[in-house]
């Protein structure tokens, strides 16, 4: 038999570890639909088909990480901008309605642009100060779509629809 | 015939409007702008807009979509033939001999062979939708649960097998994905499912928020975890330039014209139709060819029949989505939520219920390709300067307009979070094989699966031998069955061949 390289090996434990999250997560869905009724079959109640999901879910997570294969796609190139990137996600998500899309939209643009090699402060700005301004222009005024003001509240509308 | 013609002229008269036009030309714009851009594909354009569609009404935000699927697969080849960097995965074979083309100073007749092929194919696909549609439809009235239940199984089971990963692993995303389609209210009996109590959580998890995160926030994610695309230059293409010679002419029509049948039956199948077509058709066209050996070498008809072939599967993978309700691509699933946010839901009564947006979208492709016809070749040069736009400029733009994009599917921060981590979930599992698309598959056909199994099982009494004795829905779960089996077999038989060669080969160096 082939004896597996190194890489191959942290390939396949890797997926394993995939796999095993997915069969994880299967079966605390399973537990909960476990809860709902199944009925009857002639009259399936609202647990029927979310068992059967889960169960095929586990079933094919088991499977992915027995038989998880050696080879493995490259992974990421690079970790850390996608991770910056996440938790700036999340940043942005915790501070939308306090702050309003103007402010966590800058936020966002700004610490992005430079993240992905805008080193000037003047390219940083070029982008991160007008964007959230046109896009929360268009959408609230174009279409028509509510977003939150935050504490620009006072000074938003009446700038954007130039009652200043 | 008179009927049809009838239908499609109410259809001009509605997509005609000044609205209408604005929004198919506007679709058709973006569309040839995201299909230049490496990386950022259809779906995650479409992803992206679909919140500029909710103030919308249901035509206009179908006719804006509908603009971006088409017009992405016009732009996809520009930077694949001047640039060799495929805008999208179904230019990737466009690049094989459309670079070579401009190499040669052929590019001007590569992208003039390009753009009329795509038209001519997206026509060829937009009849057979015009007439395979309501037929379709027609029939499809005579399905009861048992008929659509086994016909979305099949589509699922279909769409495994041709993603290109593993089975495996497209069937454990599908069932993930129907796992998430039960949160919220039972549809049949009323029964809340893992809400958890929250009030949020009723309605169930919101399916442009959803495909926003894994389209929208994982495909940002993966760019800022890739190389950067470096601007290249650009080979310049003069107007004058843009006619093919008669000889380029000649070796492109039969070419087109194949490319268009290939990707029109290609487009009825589940799966990434578009890719598969094209390497489909450049195939066939590499077998037919008198100058085999010229492909990948600039042969124009491995930049004919591919590009025909992409574009006639745009209009054919309407089919089963606009008569069944059945998407089985991501780009038609995200089509489908368009029409979902609306309040409508395709299927066999699209067509007769409301005649004005079946028709008026056919009509509006037509006008859409024809603006593309006319102002991509002019443009190319200004469409292909469009990837020197620096990345940080373009990703912040478009993680802005996917926060709003978030917030606005139900204006609270409940959609802004489903995003969020459902695009980090997503980008965490690409690299190991999981595609995204049966997710998003399994999401929408859930609901569909569930509802037409309970009802079969109590319209059987629980006797689940009926289906059996259903002729169509009993031969379509037994082609399921055979599908999944095949699939098996080759699965067994593909590592046992192998090991027998790589000890035929052993044994010999062994006793040498």
Redesign the interface.
């Given at each position: 038999m082939?004896s597996l390289s190194k890489t191959e090996i942290q390939g396949r434990t890797?997926?394993r570890v995939?796999a095993v999250v997915?069969a994880v997560?299967?079966l605390a869905?399973l537990m909960?639909?476990l809860q709902?009724?199944w009925g009857?079959?002639?009259?399936?109640?609202?647990?029927?088909?979310?068992q059967i999901?889960?169960g095929?879910?586990l079933v094919?997570?088991f499977?992915?990480a027995l038989?998880a294969?050696r080879e493995?796609?490259?992974?990421?190139?690079?970790?850390r901008?996608?991770l910056v990137?996440?938790a700036l996600?999340?940043a942005?998500?915790l501070l939308?309605?306090p702050l309003g899309?103007i402010l966590?939209?800058t936020l966002?643009?700004a610490v992005?642009?430079?993240?992905?090699?805008?080193s000037k402060v003047w390219?940083v700005a070029?982008?991160?100060l007008p964007?959230?301004w046109v896009?929360?222009y268009l959408?609230v005024h174009a279409?028509?779509?509510?977003?939150?003001a935050g504490l620009l509240a006072p000074w938003v509308a009446p700038m954007l629809t130039g009652q200043v | 015939m008179t009927e049809l013609l009838d239908q499609l002229g109410h259809g001009f008269s509605v997509a005609s409007s000044f609205k209408n036009l604005i929004l198919a030309l506007a679709g058709a714009f973006l569309g040839t702008v995201v299909g230049v851009l490496p990386g950022l594909g259809p779906t995650a354009a479409m992803s992206l807009l679909l919140?500029?569609t909710?103030?919308l009404d249901p035509l206009g935000a179908v006719i804006l979509l509908a603009g971006i699927w088409y017009g992405s697969q016009y732009g996809g080849s520009t930077t694949a033939i001047l640039l060799n960097m495929p805008g999208e995965a179904t230019s990737v074979v466009t690049a094989y001999d459309g670079y070579q083309m401009a190499l040669k100073g052929r590019a001007g007749a590569a992208l003039f062979v390009a753009a009329t092929g795509s038209f001519f194919a997206s026509l060829v696909g937009l009849v057979g939708l015009a007439v395979a549609a309501p037929a379709l439809a027609d029939l499809a009235l005579r399905f009861g649960p048992p008929e659509y239940f086994a016909l979305a199984v099949l589509g699922l089971v279909v769409l495994f097998n041709v993603t290109g990963g593993?089975l495996?692993?497209s069937?454990?995303m599908a069932?993930?994905g129907?796992?998430v389609s039960?949160v919220g209210l039972?549809s049949?009996?009323g029964?809340p499912?893992?809400t958890f109590g929250s009030a949020h959580m009723l309605d169930g998890f919101d399916l442009a928020a959803i495909i926003m995160g894994v389209y929208g926030?994982s495909e940002?994610?993966?760019q800022?975890?890739?190389?950067?695309v470096k601007s290249a230059d650009i080979a310049r293409v003069r107007l004058r330039d843009l006619y093919p010679n008669l000889n380029e002419l000649r070796r492109s029509l039969a070419p087109i014209v194949r490319g268009s049948g290939v990707g029109f039956v290609i487009g009825l199948v589940p799966g990434p139709a578009g890719v598969i077509s094209t390497f489909l058709s450049y195939r066939l066209e590499r077998r037919l060819s008198r100058h085999p050996e010229e492909f990948g070498k600039g042969a124009i008809e491995g930049v004919a029949g591919p590009e025909a072939a992409n574009n006639a599967v745009t209009s054919s993978s309407l089919i089963p989505l606009l008569s069944l309700g059945l998407p089985f691509s991501a780009p038609a699933a995200i089509l489908l939520t368009g029409f979902m946010i609306h309040g409508i839901s395709p299927g066999p009564m699209l067509i007769s219920n409301s005649p004005e947006l079946f028709w008026g979208l056919v009509a509006s492709m037509v006008i859409g390709n024809i603006a593309l016809l006319v102002l991509n070749l002019p443009l190319v040069g200004l469409f292909a300067s469009l990837i020197a736009i620096?990345?940080?400029?373009l990703?912040?733009?478009v993680?802005?307009?996917l926060?709003?994009g978030a917030?606005?599917a139900s204006?609270s921060?409940f959609t802004?979070?489903i995003a969020?981590i459902s695009?980090?979930v997503a980008?965490?599992?690409r690299?190991?094989?999981?595609d995204p698309a049966p997710f998003v598959l399994g999401m929408v056909l859930?609901p569909l699966?569930?509802k037409s199994?309970?009802r079969s099982?109590?319209m059987?009494?629980?006797?689940?031998t009926q289906f059996a004795h259903n002729p169509l829905a009993g031969g379509m779960l037994a082609l399921t069955a055979l599908i999944l089996l095949g699939a098996l077999a080759l699965r067994i038989v593909r590592p046992v061949r192998a090991a027998r060669e790589?000890h035929a080969k052993k044994a010999p160096s062994a006793q040498g």
């Amino acid at each position: 038999m082939k004896s597996l390289s190194k890489t191959e090996i942290q390939g396949r434990t890797r997926q394993r570890v995939v796999a095993v999250v997915l069969a994880v997560a299967s079966l605390a869905y399973l537990m909960l639909a476990l809860q709902l009724p199944w009925g009857r079959v002639s009259r399936p109640g609202s647990g029927f088909f979310p068992q059967i999901a889960a169960g095929l879910g586990l079933v094919l997570a088991f499977g992915s990480a027995l038989w998880a294969r050696r080879e493995l796609d490259p992974p990421p190139a690079e970790y850390r901008k996608p991770l910056v990137f996440s938790a700036l996600l999340i940043a942005v998500s915790l501070l939308l309605e306090p702050l309003g899309f103007i402010l966590t939209g800058t936020l966002l643009t700004a610490v992005l642009a430079w993240q992905l090699g805008a080193s000037k402060v003047w390219q940083v700005a070029a982008v991160a100060l007008p964007a959230p301004w046109v896009m929360h222009y268009l959408f609230v005024h174009a279409f028509e779509i509510k977003l939150p003001a935050g504490l620009l509240a006072p000074w938003v509308a009446p700038m954007l629809t130039g009652q200043v | 015939m008179t009927e049809l013609l009838d239908q499609l002229g109410h259809g001009f008269s509605v997509a005609s409007s000044f609205k209408n036009l604005i929004l198919a030309l506007a679709g058709a714009f973006l569309g040839t702008v995201v299909g230049v851009l490496p990386g950022l594909g259809p779906t995650a354009a479409m992803s992206l807009l679909l919140p500029l569609t909710f103030t919308l009404d249901p035509l206009g935000a179908v006719i804006l979509l509908a603009g971006i699927w088409y017009g992405s697969q016009y732009g996809g080849s520009t930077t694949a033939i001047l640039l060799n960097m495929p805008g999208e995965a179904t230019s990737v074979v466009t690049a094989y001999d459309g670079y070579q083309m401009a190499l040669k100073g052929r590019a001007g007749a590569a992208l003039f062979v390009a753009a009329t092929g795509s038209f001519f194919a997206s026509l060829v696909g937009l009849v057979g939708l015009a007439v395979a549609a309501p037929a379709l439809a027609d029939l499809a009235l005579r399905f009861g649960p048992p008929e659509y239940f086994a016909l979305a199984v099949l589509g699922l089971v279909v769409l495994f097998n041709v993603t290109g990963g593993s089975l495996h692993k497209s069937a454990l995303m599908a069932a993930l994905g129907m796992m998430v389609s039960c949160v919220g209210l039972d549809s049949l009996s009323g029964t809340p499912r893992f809400t958890f109590g929250s009030a949020h959580m009723l309605d169930g998890f919101d399916l442009a928020a959803i495909i926003m995160g894994v389209y929208g926030i994982s495909e940002v994610m993966e760019q800022l975890s890739s190389r950067v695309v470096k601007s290249a230059d650009i080979a310049r293409v003069r107007l004058r330039d843009l006619y093919p010679n008669l000889n380029e002419l000649r070796r492109s029509l039969a070419p087109i014209v194949r490319g268009s049948g290939v990707g029109f039956v290609i487009g009825l199948v589940p799966g990434p139709a578009g890719v598969i077509s094209t390497f489909l058709s450049y195939r066939l066209e590499r077998r037919l060819s008198r100058h085999p050996e010229e492909f990948g070498k600039g042969a124009i008809e491995g930049v004919a029949g591919p590009e025909a072939a992409n574009n006639a599967v745009t209009s054919s993978s309407l089919i089963p989505l606009l008569s069944l309700g059945l998407p089985f691509s991501a780009p038609a699933a995200i089509l489908l939520t368009g029409f979902m946010i609306h309040g409508i839901s395709p299927g066999p009564m699209l067509i007769s219920n409301s005649p004005e947006l079946f028709w008026g979208l056919v009509a509006s492709m037509v006008i859409g390709n024809i603006a593309l016809l006319v102002l991509n070749l002019p443009l190319v040069g200004l469409f292909a300067s469009l990837i020197a736009i620096p990345k940080h400029y373009l990703i912040s733009v478009v993680c802005l307009l996917l926060l709003a994009g978030a917030y606005a599917a139900s204006g609270s921060m409940f959609t802004v979070w489903i995003a969020v981590i459902s695009g980090i979930v997503a980008w965490w599992l690409r690299p190991y094989g999981y595609d995204p698309a049966p997710f998003v598959l399994g999401m929408v056909l859930g609901p569909l699966v569930e509802k037409s199994l309970r009802r079969s099982l109590a319209m059987y009494d629980g006797d689940i031998t009926q289906f059996a004795h259903n002729p169509l829905a009993g031969g379509m779960l037994a082609l399921t069955a055979l599908i999944l089996l095949g699939a098996l077999a080759l699965r067994i038989v593909r590592p046992v061949r192998a090991a027998r060669e790589f000890h035929a080969k052993k044994a010999p160096s062994a006793q040498g």
